[in-house]
């Protein structure tokens, strides 16, 4: 079973800072993603990364695939109160379809 | 569009029991996964049905068991309910079972086992 390592666990930090999340393997993956996710609620899909060293923008969030599809980051700019949630990611195994491995989640929260 | 629906939202059961958990995903969605995501962890894998085959089992024991009806509705069924199967239990519709078919997710089954 493949394991994928997010870090920070948790994050507090203040409303217009930046800030990035690591999620890492030592094994490599068809394709990786992002999700966040709300108190009482299942995760939302914000980003689907595919190809090695692929850059992804959603507004002010940036998402990150390695260059061997091993690991990802997510990085934020000027992070706003809306941004808090659980930030988690989640590897496609090679040959394992949309079959998830997902990371232990990042807690973020942007105090205003 | 309705999203991935699954009842019922909150469960209550005791050691030993069994129970079962629907989901009833979005039309047109043709597979079904389940993930079981304890307080404090990401979610962990228990099964995928596409076509309503089983198309992959996680490291669960055989107490857990599902299944896909023709209308790719699903349950999930957990039997000789233990303390550490308290956990929300996901439901996640894709179109396909392909790498690049996006999982959209309910918002889960809150289980509590006493």
């Known amino acids: 079973t493949q394991l994928l390592e997010q870090s920070p666990q948790f994050l507090s930090i203040q409303e217009g800072e930046n800030l990035t999340v690591y999620c890492n393997s030592s094994s490599v993956f068809s394709s990786l993603q992002w999700y966040r996710q709300e108190p009482g609620e299942g995760p939302v899909l914000l980003v689907t990364v595919v190809t090695g060293g692929e850059v992804k923008k959603l507004k002010r969030l940036t998402f990150q695939f390695g260059d061997a599809r091993k690991d990802s980051s997510l990085h934020i700019t000027a992070a706003q109160p809306g941004d808090t949630g659980l930030y988690l990611c989640?590897?496609?195994?090679?040959?394992?379809?949309?079959?998830?491995?997902f990371g232990g989640g990042t807690r973020l929260m942007v105090k205003p | 569009d309705a999203g991935v629906t699954q009842s019922p939202t909150h469960l209550i059961k005791t050691r030993g029991q069994h129970v079962t958990l629907r989901c009833s995903p979005i039309s047109g969605h043709k597979s079904v996964s389940w993930y079981q995501q304890v307080l404090g962890q990401g979610p962990q894998f228990i099964f995928q049905y596409y076509e309503k085959e089983e198309r992959g089992r996680g490291n669960f024991p055989d107490r857990f068991s599902a299944r896909q009806f023709p209308n790719y509705s699903s349950e999930l069924n957990v039997n000789a309910l233990l303390l550490g199967d308290s956990a929300l239990y996901l439901c996640?519709?894709?179109?396909?079972?392909?790498?690049?078919?996006?999982?959209?997710f309910g918002n889960g089954t809150r289980l509590t086992v006493t």
């Open positions: 989640a590897g496609a195994e090679v040959n394992a379809g949309n079959m998830l491995t």
């Open positions: 996640a519709s894709s179109l396909g079972a392909g790498y690049n078919s996006p999982l959209h």
